[in-house]
């Protein structure tokens, strides 16, 4: 296990982020988390510093206390609260792939990054093919271990309550039970597994550059 870790986190306000975040402080290997957002967050910890910038710039390094070595990305929307394909998608692959630039300029090696499961550039979904498209941009850019977390449904509490995923979860509690091997990944996933999941890859650092990982092989992590 990596020792006095330091980890740049950005979408801490959302769902996998914000108990990501909270995961990632409790660990005493984990010596300082900076957390990049567009708005403060409402928690305090001797680990955290955070900045707030709109367009979640980074920090120069003379206002970081230590570099981080570990980048994880949170950042997402839906079409339903984007409100067009095109600001979607400017979140989800534009936001994502330039946030991910500006942290392997700041020094990242390892870069966890949430995405979907079924995401691909080929998708007939758009917000599928939007998460298949960011995944081949933060390719590219070639850290020295990226990783992409692709969870099926998401359970947890969301600051925003949507009525559509309140019903899906209701449903699935009946139908999860019955789905085994590779339908395990449809089930939903509580998000503080997700975040427990992406805290154990932080110290488990995968063998191969490029790794995905399911909701199934996110939970055999814990």
């Known amino acids: ?87 979607l998608k400017a979140i989800d692959v534009d936001l994502v792939a330039e946030t991910a630039t500006k942290m392997k300029s700041m020094g990242v090696k390892q870069l966890i990054v949430v995405s979907c499961l079924g995401a691909s550039v080929n998708a007939m979904s758009h ?41 899906l979860q209701g449903v699935m509690q009946f139908i999860s039970p019955l789905m085994i091997g590779k339908l395990k990944n449809y089930a939903p996933i509580q998000a503080i597994d997700v975040a427990k999941a992406i805290n154990a890859i932080v110290h488990k650092r995968p063998s191969e550059e490029i790794t995905r990982v399911s909701s199934s092989e996110m939970l055999s992590l814990l």
Request: aromatic content about 4%; hydrophobic content about 35%.
């Open 1 to 87: 296990m990596t020792l006095n870790t330091s980890i740049v986190i950005a979408g801490a306000t959302g769902l996998v982020g914000r108990e990501t975040l909270k995961t990632v402080l409790e660990d005493q290997t984990v010596e300082r988390v900076v957390s990049l957002s567009r708005r403060k967050i409402e928690m305090e910890h001797s680990k955290l510093q955070q900045w707030i910038t709109a367009d979640l710039s980074i920090p120069s390094s003379h206002q970081i206390n230590q570099q981080p070595s570990v980048g994880i990305i949170a950042l997402g929307t839906t079409l339903k609260k984007a409100g067009t394909k095109e600001k």
């Open 127 to 167: 917000y599928l093919k939007c998460k298949g498209e960011m995944e081949s941009q933060i390719e590219a850019l070639e850290f020295n271990q990226t990783t992409f977390i692709q969870p099926g449904p998401l359970a947890g509490d969301r600051e925003e309550k949507r009525l559509d995923e309140k019903v």
